[in-house]
């Protein structure tokens, strides 16, 4: 079965860092585009950043470049998201999503919460 | 950015009546393959989100066959053609065809 279990979310200051993991499971992971996917407090879904299967390639929302950096280690099965800079309004539930081949996101798991908060 | 534009945001229904919900683009979704790449999820209340439809029209494994989706270039629908106590929730629309991913701002159902 199909996995994907975020972790590392927590309570970080404005301006602080702060790295999530995802680790994949039942699948092959370096065959697999990978996302973070985020969602505010009661609001909307928001693509975060993107990562190719063999790490050579990523792509960023606008509102995180510069700050953000996703990264994967394929021997280990995980994503992540080495996040800085942070501001209030990142803060979120972040899910990390496999593509699937029609270019959407399969969520498998239940998300890491970020509170961005003094 | 392709701009995602839902409507209703809130959709009052009663249960075992239809229901249907638009989304629109800025921008044609058809992908250089061929394909369009437009997909509805639905967001159970405390849940992750859970994709329902993708590429227009196709249903995913074990969504029931009351969901359907339609559409094309910019314009597209989801309808639910009896809605039933498990359908409350947040149903959003997502652009696959370019970087990044957009989604629209949801449709909320609750019963009436």
């Known amino acids: 079965e199909v996995e994907l279990v975020e972790s590392g979310g927590g309570l970080v200051q404005p301006g602080g860092s702060l790295r999530l993991s995802c680790a994949g499971s039942?699948?092959?992971?370096?065959?697999?585009?990978m996302h973070w996917v985020r969602q505010a407090p009661g609001k909307g879904l928001e693509s975060v950043a993107a990562?190719?299967?063999?790490?050579?390639?990523?792509w960023y929302a606008k509102s995180v470049k510069g700050r953000f950096t996703i990264s994967r280690d394929n021997s280990k099965n995980t994503l992540y998201l080495q996040m800085g800079s942070l501001r209030t309004e990142d803060m979120a539930v972040y899910y990390c999503?496999?593509?699937?081949?029609?270019?959407?996101?399969?969520?498998r798991g239940q998300g890491t919460l970020v509170t961005v908060s003094s | 950015d392709i701009v995602m534009t839902q409507s209703p945001l809130s959709l009052p229904v009663t249960l075992g009546q239809p229901a249907s919900f638009s989304c629109r683009s800025t921008?044609?979704?058809?992908?250089?393959?061929?394909?369009?790449?437009l997909h509805w999820f639905q967001q159970r209340p405390g849940q992750s989100p859970r994709r329902l439809i993708y590429?227009?029209?196709n249903r995913d494994s074990g969504v029931p066959d009351r969901f359907s989706g339609s559409g094309s270039g910019t314009d597209f629908t989801l309808k639910i053609s009896r809605v039933e106590a498990e359908d409350v929730g947040v149903y959003y629309c997502?652009?696959?065809?370019?970087?990044?991913?957009?989604f629209g701002q949801g449709t909320k159902v609750e019963i009436k």
């Open positions: 997502m652009q696959g065809t370019e970087w990044p991913w957009t």
């Open positions: 921008e044609s979704l058809v992908h250089r393959d061929g394909s369009t790449r």
């Open positions: 590429d227009v029209s």
């Open positions: 039942g699948f092959m992971f370096n065959s697999y585009v």
């Open positions: 990562i190719s299967g063999s790490g050579d390639r990523t």
């Open positions: 999503a496999r593509e699937y081949p029609d270019g959407s996101p399969d969520f």
